[in-house]
C-alpha cells in the first residue's frame, strides 16, 4: 500500500505487529517520519538517530526509551517503543536508528468548556512533573533554555500585570537569574 518502500523494508522488522503490507502515510517532508496503519493499530515509525563518532546514538535512544517506560509506569500517557520481532528495542540499518512506537490517539473535543480543557492541560502537566521528579536515569533527548526565552518574550507582559511593589520583586528576581 505504501508508495515508498523504504518503510516496508523497515517494517519487516516489525512483522508480527505491522503485518505484511501496511500503508505508510509520511508525515512531515523533511524528515522521517511515517505513520503506518496496520491491522488493528496504528504506529508511528520515525529516525531516531544517525551512528555518529561518539557511539552515543544507542545509549541516547534507550535512554529516552527508559524515560517512556518510566512515565508509563507513572500514568503518563506516552508511546513507549515497541521491540521488533526478534527482541530488539530499535532497528538500526544502514547508519540510522528506527524505533516504532504506538500512535498516541489524540481527539480534541472542540466543544469541551475552556475551564475543563485547561484543567485538564495542567493536570496532565502536573502528572508529568510529578513522574520526572522521583526519574533518577539521564534524559539526553530534550533540554530547553527556559529562562531567557520566556524573559526575553514576557516581560513586557509580566510588567503590565504587576503593581509597583510586584515590579520591584520581579526585577530581583531576573536579576538573580
Known sequence: MSSNPLPQ????????RAGEDPACERLAQRSYVYRVTAPG?????????????????PRKILADIALLRHLQAQGVGVAVPEPTDNGQPFLERDGHYYPLSPEVPSAPDEHAPLERVY???????????????????PIYSWTMDLPP???????????RHLDAAGNVKFHAVVDAI
Request: aromatic share 8%.
Open 9 to 16: 523494508f523497515l517494517l519487516a522488522a516489525w512483522a508480527s
Open 41 to 57: 493499530q496504528v504506529f508511528i515509525l520515525k529516525e531516531a538517530g544517525v551512528i555518529n563518532p561518539q557511539g552515543d546514538a
Open 149 to 159: 526565552r520566556i524573559l526575553g518574550e514576557s516581560v513586557d507582559v509580566i510588567h
Open 119 to 137: 484543567h485538564n492541560i495542567g493536570a496532565a502537566i502536573a502528572r508529568l512533573h510529578h513522574a520526572l521528579a522521583c526519574y533518577r536515569g
